[in-house]
């Protein structure tokens, strides 16, 4: 890869600057590339951002910038996309920063503090190389920056036209998956979370694979579209919202229940119930119960060291299944009536049984 050091002012970086939903992200005459398509949206927060202006202002030395020269001559950014938006969009006025106790926007400074600001000399490497040795610099040099989420690295590795198009549904500021999913998911599209969490749905958790065998597509209509079931199936089988349906394994659940017979009113009627419990501690693992009946997804409320001994004094250290006598570390606490047939964990309800039939009756 041959590299070359040069330095390029403020005042040419943001001359042509657009920030466009379809085209992008451009500067430097429309020469470079600000956000090509595996690179993340702008996430930086307010601080972050000030401290890019009030380095220049102060005319301290700003971070490397790293952009590839393409076969046209233009370039692309491979580091110092949050930094180059940061410049851009406090010279166009979008923001302002604390100068001397008041809020100043880029015109509101002085015409010397403006040309202080215009005149800065960035330091920029051009990097020409093979797209693989770019997109290989490009994981090493954001190790040390704002960490990459993994999914951020996989658009990097797998960037093409089905990056771009699956971006667009799941991987902007109030972008189309947002609009309808954002009650039932967490994360924040920015950061790729939308878009890792729907392919892990829709291809049992394998990431790479799904991206490397539709990396060349010309569009992410499929996805999307799966995307757009998954809720409607959602909203239909579970109408009423609560918090805790934001970290549910939608995607998971409408793979294998989606052809099934479910009766909403019946459904809700036993999640408000499991809700009411306070046996049941993990209340997310309530909607994934009610559609397999397994009771390891809700957690139910372990017997306290108190009640345990209470109950080993109470069977004076005697297995009430095998009629031997353990030491209370040997034994395991039990439902005498079951949970789901209404025992609650309380200690007129504890018994403790032996290791080997505790386990027999749990089915290990």
């Not at 370039?75 to 110092?80: L, M, W």
């Not at 089905?162 to 967490?186: E, R």
Request: net charge negative; aromatic share 10%.
């Amino acid at each position: 890869m041959k590299i070359e050091l040069q330095k390029i002012r403020v005042r040419d970086l943001v001359e042509g600057y657009e920030d466009n939903d379809e085209l992008g992200v451009r500067a430097y005459e429309g020469k470079l590339d600000v956000r090509p398509p595996y690179q993340r949206e702008f996430v930086y927060k307010d601080h972050q951002r000030d401290a890019v202006i009030e380095t220049l202002r102060r005319d301290f030395p700003l971070n490397l910038m790293y952009w590839a020269v393409r076969e046209d001559g233009t370039f692309e950014v491979i580091d110092g996309q949050q930094r180059t938006i940061s410049i851009c969009q406090y010279v166009e006025g979008d923001f302002s920063i604390p100068v001397n106790g008041h809020q100043l926007s880029f015109h509101n400074l002085q015409s010397d503090q403006q040309d202080q600001i215009m005149d800065y000399e960035l330091m920029v490497y051009l990097c020409e190389g093979k797209d693989s040795e770019k997109l290989e610099w490009f994981r090493t040099i954001n190790i040390a920056g704002e960490e990459l989420t993994d999914q951020e690295l996989r658009n990097a590795v797998y960037h093409g036209p089905w990056v771009s198009a699956a971006k667009k549904y799941f991987s902007k500021n109030g972008c189309p998956a947002y609009a309808i999913g954002s009650a039932y998911l967490t994360g924040t599209p920015i950061r790729q979370d939308y878009l890792e969490t729907i392919i892990k749905w829709v291809n049992d958790g394998d990431v790479d694979g799904y991206m490397a065998a539709h990396q060349h597509d010309s569009n992410a209509n499929p996805l999307w579209l799966y995307f757009q079931n998954v809720m409607a199936w959602v909203k239909a089988t579970f109408p009423k919202w609560r918090r805790e349906m934001r970290s549910v394994p939608w995607g998971l659940l409408y793979n294998e229940y989606k052809d099934a017979s479910l009766d909403p009113v019946k459904l809700e009627a036993e999640v408000a119930a499991l809700m009411a419990d306070e046996d049941v501690t993990k209340k997310r693992g309530i909607y994934i119960y009610v559609l397999n009946g397994e009771e390891r997804n809700l957690s139910i409320r372990a017997f306290t060291d108190n009640q345990k001994r209470e109950a080993y004094e109470r069977q004076k250290g005697v297995c009430p299944v095998c009629t031997k006598h353990f030491e209370l570390a040997e034994m395991e606490a039990d439902h005498i009536t079951p949970w789901h047939a209404g025992g609650k964990t309380e200690a007129s309800n504890c018994q403790l049984l032996c290791r080997d039939d505790n386990r027999r009756k749990g089915g290990i």
